[in-house]
């Protein structure tokens, strides 16, 4: 029952916030994709028991709290999550610097300190296990989330939701165009509508097109700034070429405002389409990186390899205390003996006195 819940809530919200529920899914399964085995392990033990250790289950959970429709009584208590889905960057600046952008080191709050906390926080040993679920959960949204060129879109459009138009003769906006509705039309169009078969192209276009990209994908840049193992400033910086190269332009090349309403089709979706499928595919590929680098840092944390020296130092202290014991004793016995031996010396071997007999 909960199951179903929460599976219609994804698909409600889908048309609001994020990727939609299928590009959030999306993107967690070609992160499972690469996941290690321990790392299967590790999510299957920080998911609910119902999600099987499936990544995509939870994937759009903190879309549906933020809402009364799918979380009715709790949704005002996640309302400080909103702003963690996303950060704006000024109009056509096409770059994204975060003292200016999200200054998440002085507690401002934006998609960039949101994955550096909650990766920060899946890899902390001392949290309780409700919070090391939590941070997994948002984790697997939020870098999801940031290859959305839009959820790094202009600050004055907020990104893309103001600028309205045409998709195909259907009204919609720039961001919900990005979120779902390209996405949606490419697997009802070329994938009878199975996001499986959409998944397994991806997949194929990720071990062919780009099996020379994916190494670089998961370095972190020398320039970027993030803590811990995710690399979010960076990847940020990437929405800002696609924004202002191609995402705000429209079929004739002129840039899309909220003053204007946009008529876009084939040409944008033809052209746009490859931008789309290498976000998800990179979002999914990082996610999975990060992960396995979280469970790989754990290993060294929590070995037993510590306890097994002490262990062994233990062991090795008795060892040295029995030892001198018996090396003790064993002078002991020498001692007693020589002694014995020097009794009976001066009858037997004195020389002195051997001569002086034999004299
Ligand atoms: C980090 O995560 C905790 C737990 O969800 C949250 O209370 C806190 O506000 C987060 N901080 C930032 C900067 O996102
Ligand atoms: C993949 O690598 C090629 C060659 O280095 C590069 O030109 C291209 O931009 C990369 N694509 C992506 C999506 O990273």
């Not at 899914?25 to 996941?35: D, F, G, S």
């Not at 000024?90 to 934006?110: E, F, I, S, V």
Request: with cysteine.
């Amino acid at each position: 029952m909960f199951f179903t819940l929460v599976l219609l809530g994804s698909l409600y919200i889908s048309t609001v916030n994020g990727w939609g529920a299928t590009g959030h899914a999306l993107v967690a399964r070609i992160a499972q994709n690469t996941l290690t085995q321990e790392a299967q392990k590790f999510v299957q033990d920080h998911l609910p028991w119902y999600a099987k250790g499936d990544l995509s289950m939870l994937a759009s959970w903190p879309d549906t709290i933020l809402y009364p429709d799918t979380n009715p009584v709790e949704y005002l208590n996640w309302q400080w999550s909103k702003e963690l889905h996303y950060v704006n960057t000024p109009d056509w600046a096409c770059n994204y610097d975060r003292h200016r952008d999200c200054d998440w080191a002085g507690g401002q709050r934006c998609v960039d300190g949101s994955i550096q906390n909650y990766t920060n926080r899946l890899a902390d040993i001392s949290l309780d296990s409700t919070q090391r679920q939590e941070a997994l959960r948002f984790l697997v949204h939020f870098i999801g989330d940031v290859h959305q060129p839009l959820h790094a879109g202009f600050t004055s459009d907020r990104g893309g939701n103001s600028i309205k138009g045409q998709f195909f003769g259907k009204a919609t906006n720039l961001h919900s165009l990005w979120d779902t509705v390209m996405i949606e039309r490419r697997i009802s169009t070329d994938f009878q509508s199975d996001s499986s078969k959409y998944l397994a192209y991806l997949l194929n276009v990720m071990h062919t097109t780009y099996i020379r990209n994916i190494s670089q994908w998961t370095k972190c840049p020398s320039n970027d700034e993030s803590k811990y193992l995710a690399c979010s400033t960076a990847w940020i910086d990437e929405n800002s070429d696609l924004n202002c190269d191609h995402v705000y332009r429209n079929e004739q090349d002129q840039r899309m405002t909220i003053s204007q309403q946009f008529k876009l089709s084939d040409i944008y979706f033809n052209t746009r389409m490859i931008f789309v499928e290498a976000r998800l595919l990179q979002g999914g590929v990082r996610l999975g990186a990060v992960i396995n680098k979280v469970v790989e840092l754990q290993k060294h944390h929590h070995h037993p390899k510590k306890g097994h020296d002490q262990l062994c130092t233990g062991t090795m202290l008795l060892m040295a205390v029995i030892l001198f014991q018996v090396v003790l004793a064993f002078l002991i016995v020498i001692y007693v003996a020589a002694r014995r031996r020097n009794y009976r010396r001066p009858l037997a071997q004195m020389p002195g006195v051997f001569h002086s007999v034999k004299a």
